[in-house]
């Protein structure tokens, strides 16, 4: 039987193949099905529709999906809510890449006969035309049935039409656990209505969803001060990365630095003679962006950095800047990618009054924009060849919507394991819209959100709005654009409190080298830049410095591989407190319960009583139960909703 | 220049023309344009689309829409929220049928220019670029401006070339006002972009959103008990009908009624010689759907009725009952049309266990549907000829939803001011379906919302969720098959408090027959059928009998007549009342702020302080103002937020 396609009439004709029922309203699916909803490998999708029909008959549906590359669509049974109109069914995608799904519904015409007849069986009213009608159905079902069934079919079809045998006996043989079983298995639906559209579901490995990133400046791992690091430093810092529990190692840009204008400690406008530059303004003589700065070493002394990494569990992640220095071969060879003045000099980067004469933007609509784009694909390219799989992906938001679906949907078409991170720390509609039309993950404003109604607000738009389908969540808790006030004046319990904010709020979080020693000193009172920042010189750290929280960051990276409830992001639900200073929130996975309580007062201790949902945990209003304090260890035996905590 | 469509690039090639800009989240839209939004004639509609793009430049967007039988598009400007990155834009619905509209977007290079060198010259940074920059565009408009506006245009923009005349009066020069009109005016967008898909607004007539129904069986008209009305009596009603302030006269099915199993006295399965039957078993020898039933009169008769009524101001709507008695010309002319049995005898109509031996359905879905749904759609042309335009569609969710779908559209595309109001007491998603997919009225659940919280959550979802936008309430308080329980129980009391709420809550709101002297005899404890229903025989009645609640009706109708803020819908906002037993709330329109309090207790007088928005309304939180009882015409002097009110 072919589908027929739900569709709008047009003209005064009739409709040729009008149809038999409606679907609507199905999910998960973003703004109507132009964007993909995101998941991960393992995770079951639940596919609901509102599904409905003239009359009183009891509705059926299945979900139809695929899986990458696969050219025959499988099903997923569904079950009828019928207050609702409502019908829900899963499958599980066990592979990455794209997933396509759609619903088909139908007429379940033996679920209504069945219902029909008990009630008429009821009531004590006649039911031998029902009873014929039912044989009608047994032997549609039968003729396409085999062997046993079919014979057990055609009998029973038999008997209902025999109306020499008792009424009772045959109303209730006909719909014995067995017979309805075989007729689902084998009655055709007559009017079975198709969508006409089907979704996509972007499905990505597990360390999309789930992992603990570090972001490290290589030229800063050098034994000594002032001794530009290399790959070999680099590599010594993984032991110590890997102990402490990152799964993703983040560098930034690690290509030859421009010379032309560069940058100098604190961001001075003149370098001083032997000032690194920012890493940001790639390019220079020696190569530029699939070039390894020669300072740090060579290209395949880079790919052993990656080996080094990997044999520790963890990944390299590289960023992904499209800009240039001056210095750039690409300034050279392509004075046309660029923005040129009347003069023919190429304009720097500016956001007006703020001017960057270190770096040129690329002008990604010049007349030779094809080749512009390709070369932005080879740099991905060319990493993904050297095993880079993770790429955080500068300031996306200031270049065209357009170029990044095209560049990611290109890419991960090839490779579907590709993770990007978009870095666009702007205006809301924006940063959806990165997500919505490729970004795996994004950066978010949670260094910005620092109270209890903040992080409430916050994260109740992240999980429990259409955001939760699409946009994944990269909880940095500073960066090095970003140390918050917060932090500088919070000292040491401030950034344990932002640990365990980050941890345990979204499965994907990171810490920018020097969060582990709590550093806070501003570069002037009322910025939120780091003084003597690493983006401008090197820095060389001593890692068991005293009042270090790596024993904090250790605990909860060990705490998060260990509590499922960590791993997934909107399974998020904010407890009462009776203290805004406490924020308190309910993580939940199968057997994995976690109640988090966190002080947000970086100044004193607070106390509350907590509510705990008791009834989501299946207790007893009053009933006593066990909590263990997963940092301590500490158990206590709790009762009812109300319980005290002091942090 | 040719509009960018917007689209997502397939494959690893290139897209072909990228879109410039991202627009998204347009509205009003119902299911993603599957359905249109509905307005009434003379309304604005206001437009809103999510619009950004990367970079920091500003963006320009237009609403292009065009009117019924419109060729060529109109445009409507926008305002640009950046915060937001959303435009918003309006344009009027001056005819009825159905508009379409769309969004554009572009990049605002003047604004954005503007912008940039405000922002240079307030940092007293170096311009001449900008000024160059600013000449070009300025020329770029001037070459597509005509007479003074080119000259000026290209004097100014030769000004900002020149380098020798004083920068500070360049950049003055170059944003008056009247150059940024000239330049808005003339400069032509660089990056069109469009979103490649038009949506769809159905304009409806005045009386499709705002309008005071009548339900009145015709035959019960008579002057004397147990004499057939006619359409002579009916007409004797009209002038009552217009004092009380009706708009709309709906009349029960007005067809020859069936014979075969005709229903008797209170629904009895055999009927005295003397009974009627119900009107809705249609049909008999004398004719069917297009024929009158002969008691009441003829064709002409009915027709000088419909004449009648309109010269009292008043409309006729007919009943559209897609149901056959056993007797209907249709059963020997097309028994095909009808489910026949195995043994050739035509099914009745049935919901197990009940059943209507009077009427058989109609199996929209028989071999021959077309040649039916054809004939169904003759039946309401035939009486568009004879003047009415109005239809109550009885039972609408037991057909198919695809055949309303087709019969609503092809109707309306060849007679836009017909209104078809949806009889569906059925669950929650078929009553919306049948709103989204044309009927431009609907049932709705308001008999059944009594308490204060049971009306407050059912008018927040029908006016504050995407159900604004489709679905139009008729509250009707009473009708044959309802009469509830708070009526039944409550008295005069209940009545009258009824009839505010319908009154007040929805602009289209109706009263069956009886309702006016508060009629409240149940067939049965426990049940809302009237006893002695007039489905079933008939019944003549003392219209100014005593406790009638006429005055009040004229009141309320006037009322509604001379306050705009009672003739939209979803212009509702719920106030605080600290007693439940008094609803309040808030109906606003230009220069019309009504603030209504019904007392929901029908057995004694309730009093409470009601909580007034005063900053709404543009007042201070102790500032005294006057409010006036419409109901009564006494004025009071009122003070802030908290104010006494008994009822």
Redesign the interface.
């Known amino acids: 039987m072919t589908p027929v396609r739900s569709g709008?009439?047009t003209?005064?004709r009739?409709?040729t193949e009008?149809?038999?029922l409606?679907i609507?309203?199905v999910e998960p699916v973003v703004?109507?099905?132009?964007y993909p909803a995101k998941r991960l490998v393992g995770d079951a999708v639940t596919v609901r529709a509102?599904v409905?029909?003239?009359?009183?008959d009891l509705i059926a549906a299945r979900v139809r999906y695929r899986g990458p590359g696969e050219r025959r669509w499988r099903l997923a049974a569904t079950t009828y809510e019928?207050?609702?109109?409502?019908c829900t069914g899963s499958f599980v995608v066990d592979r990455i890449g794209t997933w396509r799904f759609s619903v088909e519904a139908w007429t379940d015409r033996f679920g209504t006969w069945r219902?029909?007849l008990a009630?008429?069986v009821?009531?004590r009213?006649e039911i031998e035309?029902n009873l014929?009608e039912g044989a009608t159905m047994l032997r549609a079902a039968g003729r396409r049935a085999r062997g046993d069934g079919r014979t057990s079919l055609m009998e029973l079809a038999a008997l209902l039409d025999d109306t020499d045998a008792p009424v009772a006996d045959r109303a209730e043989r006909a719909v014995t656990a067995d017979v309805v079983a075989l007729v689902l298995a084998h009655l055709p639906p007559e009017?079975l209505t198709s969508l006409g559209t089907d979704f996509e579901v972007v499905v990505d490995r597990e360390r999309a969803g789930f992992g603990a990133w570090y972001e490290m400046f290589p030229r800063s791992q050098g034994a000594k001060a002032d001794r530009h690091g290399t790959w070999a430093d680099a590599a010594q810092q993984l032991p110590r990365l890997a102990a402490l529990g990152f799964d993703v190692v983040y560098l930034p840009p690690i290509h030859p630095v421009g010379r032309t204008n560069r940058k100098g400690r604190n961001n001075a406008l003149v370098a001083g003679p032997a000032d690194p530059g920012s890493p940001w303004a790639i390019g220079n003589s020696q190569g530029g962006h699939t070039a390894v700065e020669p300072a740090l070493g060579t290209l395949a002394e880079f790919e052993a950095f990656v080996v080094a990494a990997r044999d520790h569990g963890m990944e390299v992640a590289l960023d992904y800047a499209l800009q240039c220095s001056p210095d750039h071969p690409w300034v050279r060879e392509h004075p046309d990618w660029f923005f040129i003045?009347?003069d023919g000099s190429i304009k720097y980067a500016e956001?007006?009054?703020k001017q960057c004469a270190d770096i040129v933007p690329l002008h990604?609509?010049c007349d030779d924009w094809?080749a512009l784009?390709?070369a932005c694909r080879e740099i991905v390219a060319f990493w993904v060849e050297r095993g880079v799989r993770i790429f955080r992906v500068d300031n996306p938001?200031?270049?065209?919507?357009?170029?990044w679906?095209?560049l990611l949907?290109?890419l991960r078409?090839?490779h579907p394991d590709l993770i990007f991170l978009a870095e666009a720390f702007t205006?809301?509609?924006?940063m959806r819209?990165l997500a919505k039309l490729g970004f795996t993950q994004s950066y978010t404003y949670f260094t910005w959100r620092n109270t209890s109604w903040e992080l409430r607000d916050y994260l109740t738009e992240l999980t429990q709005t259409s955001m939760a389908e699409y946009f994944r969540p990269n909880f940095f808790a500073n960066t090095p654009d970003i140390l918050h006030e917060y932090l500088q004046h919070g000292g040491r319990p401030a950034f344990r409190a932002r640990l365990v904010l980050a941890t345990t709020l979204s499965p994907v979080y990171g810490i920018y080298s020097g969060f582990e020693l709590c550093e806070r000193t501003p570069v002037r009172a009322g910025s939120e830049e780091y003084r003597d920042s690493e983006k401008y010189q090197l820095r060389t750290r001593r890692w068991d410095a005293p009042g270090n929280i790596n024993a904090d960051i250790a605990t909860m990276n060990r705490i998060r591989r260990e509590h499922p409830a960590l791993q997934r992001f909107a399974n998020l639900e904010f407890l009462a407190s009776e203290n805004d200073g406490i924020l308190a929130y309910h993580k939940h996975a199968p057997d994995n319960d976690l109640l988090i309580a966190v002080n947000l007062d970086a100044h004193r201790p607070q106390a509350t009583m907590l509510h705990v949902p008791v009834a989501a945990l299946g207790l007893d209003e009053d009933e006593p139960f066990r909590v263990e304090d997963l940092l301590t260890g500490s158990q206590y035996v709790w009762r009812g909703a109300r319980n005290y905590v002091r942090l």
């Not at 019928?82 to 409502?86: K, W």
């Open positions: 709008r009439p003209g005064d009739l409709p009008p149809p038999r409606v609507d309203r703004d109507g099905g132009r509102i409905y029909k003239d009359g009183h019928r207050d609702f109109d409502r219902a029909d009630k008429r009821a009531a009213q035309e014929s009017d003045r009347a956001n007006p009054p990604f609509w094809q784009w390709r938001h200031t270049k065209p919507f357009a170029f679906e095209w949907g290109s078409r090839e205006r809301p509609a924006r819209g």
